[in-house]
C-alpha cells in the first residue's frame, strides 16, 4: 500500500504556468510507472504524462507535448509536472498515480495499469 498525494494546483491565465507536485509514501520500490492524469468537467480521466522510478524516459500526450514537463526527485519520493503555456483547455483535476512491481511503463496510457492514485488537485486555466 502507497498513498499519493497532489499539490500545486491553482487559477491562472492562459499562457501561464503551474507546478504539480506528487507525494509518495510506502513502499514502493524502484520497478514502478508513475503518471500525471487528468479529468476536465465532462471528460472521463486522460494520461498526461508517464515516468518509469530510475530511468530517464518519459511519455506525453500530444495535447502537452512541448508545453509539460515530468520530471522526479527518488530520493525525496516525489514526481513534479512543469506545465507552461497553459491553455483553458487544460482546465482539469490533475492526479497522481502510481503502479509498483512493472519492468516498465507498458501501457502508460491506461487507466488501468495504475494501482494507486491520488485525490487530485484543480489547475484551472482562464482566458
Known amino acids: 500500500q502507497i498513498q499519493l498525494t497532489e499539490t500545486g494546483g491553482g487559477s491562472v491565465e492562459a499562457g501561464g504556468s503551474l507546478q504539480l507536485t506528487c507525494l509518495m509514501a510506502?513502499?514502493?520500490?524502484?520497478?514502478?510507472?508513475m503518471a500525471w492524469f487528468r479529468r476536465g468537467p465532462g471528460n472521463q480521466r486522460e494520461a498526461v504524462a508517464s515516468?518509469?522510478?530510475?530511468?530517464?524516459?518519459?511519455w506525453y500526450a500530444d495535447s502537452v507535448m512541448g508545453r509539460f514537463n515530468i520530471s522526479r526527485d527518488d530520493e525525496k519520493k516525489t514526481m513534479y509536472l512543469q506545465m507552461n503555456s497553459l491553455r483553458p483547455e487544460d482546465t482539469a483535476m490533475y492526479y497522481c498515480?502510481?503502479?509498483?512491481?512493472?519492468?516498465?511503463?507498458?501501457?502508460?496510457?491506461?487507466?488501468?495499469?495504475?494501482?494507486?492514485w491520488g485525490q487530485g488537485t484543480q489547475v484551472t486555466v482562464s482566458s
Open positions: 510506502g513502499d514502493a520500490g524502484d520497478k514502478t510507472c
Open positions: 498515480a502510481a503502479q509498483p512491481g512493472v519492468g516498465w511503463c507498458y501501457a502508460w496510457e491506461q487507466v488501468w495499469s495504475y494501482k494507486y
Open positions: 515516468t518509469y522510478l530510475k530511468s530517464t524516459r518519459a
